[in-house]
C-alpha cells in the first residue's frame, strides 16, 4: 500500500511534468525515393510538403511493440526456466488517414503499393525499390518565449530601464530602475520520445465506407504498414 508520502510525491510529478497524452503524437512518413522520381508512378509530382500533409492527416495510429521470445531450458533436476531465445517486432502497424476531396492521400499509398507489384503485369519489383520508413513520436509542450510585453505601463513599453512609481497608491517615484518589459510564453509541442520505423510499406490500403448518414463525419482511410524494426529517437536534451 502506498504511503501518504509517495502519493504526494507522484502528484507533485504529475503536476510538474504531466502525463502522456494519446492525442499528442506525430507521424512523419519517409517513401521510398522511387516514387519521388520523374518516371515513377506520380510522374515527379510528389512534393516534400505533400508527404507531410500525409504525416499530419494521419487520424490514428498504434506504436508498435516488440517481444521476447522464450526458450525452456532445465538443468539436471531444476525446475525448467524460460530463458530470450530472439526477439520480434509485434506484428504490423495499424493507422487511419483523413481523406481530402480528390483522394490525393489514397492515390498516394495506391502509388506506393504499385512500386511493389505492377497491377498491369503482376510482376514483383525488388525489395529495396519499395521499402521507405515512419517515425511515430510522443509530443509533450514546452514553454516558449513569445513577445515581451510591459509590466507596469500598459502596452507602452520600451524595452529601457525605467524609473517606476511604487508605495502606497504608486505615490512614490522608484529610488533605482527596472527594465521595462515581461517575457510572454505559451506552451509548444515538443517531441519527448519517438521510434524511427525501418523498412516500411502501405501492405494493406483499406476500404473507404460511405453512407448518407455520416453526413458530417469525414471520409477515413484505414492503412495497414509492414515493417522490419523499429528502433528508439534520442531526443535532444532528453536522457
Not at 93 to 111: G, Q, S, V
Not at 118 to 146: A, K, R
Not at 179 to 203: C, H, L, M, W
Amino acid at each position: 500500500m502506498a504511503t501518504l508520502g509517495a502519493i504526494d510525491r507522484f502528484r507533485a510529478s504529475i503536476l510538474k511534468d504531466g502525463l502522456a497524452r494519446p492525442t499528442k503524437y506525430e507521424v512523419r512518413i519517409n517513401p521510398p525515393t522511387a516514387l519521388l522520381a520523374k518516371d515513377g508512378p506520380l510522374d515527379g509530382t510528389l512534393s516534400e510538403a505533400f508527404i507531410r500533409n500525409v504525416g499530419i492527416a494521419c487520424n490514428s495510429i498504434a506504436m508498435p511493440g516488440r517481444d521476447l521470445m522464450g526458450v525452456s531450458v532445465k538443468q539436471g533436476q531444476d525446475l525448467a526456466r524460460e530463458h530470450v531465445g530472439s526477439h520480434t517486432y509485434e506484428g504490423t502497424i495499424t493507422a487511419t488517414f483523413y481523406l481530402d476531396p480528390h483522394l490525393d492521400y489514397k492515390t498516394f499509398f495506391e502509388a506506393w503499393q504499385n512500386l511493389a507489384v505492377s497491377p498491369g503485369t503482376n510482376n514483383v519489383n525488388y525489395y529495396d525499390n519499395y521499402i521507405g520508413s515512419m517515425s511515430i513520436h510522443q509530443l509533450g509542450s514546452e514553454q516558449m518565449l513569445h513577445e515581451r510585453a510591459n509590466p507596469f505601463d500598459g502596452d507602452s513599453y520600451t524595452g529601457q530601464d525605467e524609473y517606476f512609481m511604487e508605495g502606497p497608491q504608486n505615490r512614490y517615484k522608484s529610488q533605482t530602475t527596472r527594465t521595462n518589459t515581461r517575457e510572454i510564453y505559451q506552451s509548444q509541442a515538443t517531441p519527448t520520445y519517438g521510434i524511427k520505423v525501418e523498412d516500411v510499406y502501405p501492405a494493406t490500403v483499406g476500404q473507404i465506407e460511405y453512407a448518407y448518414a455520416t453526413v458530417d463525419e469525414v471520409a477515413i482511410l484505414p492503412v495497414e504498414f509492414q515493417y522490419k524494426r523499429w528502433q528508439t529517437i534520442k531526443i535532444p536534451g532528453i536522457e
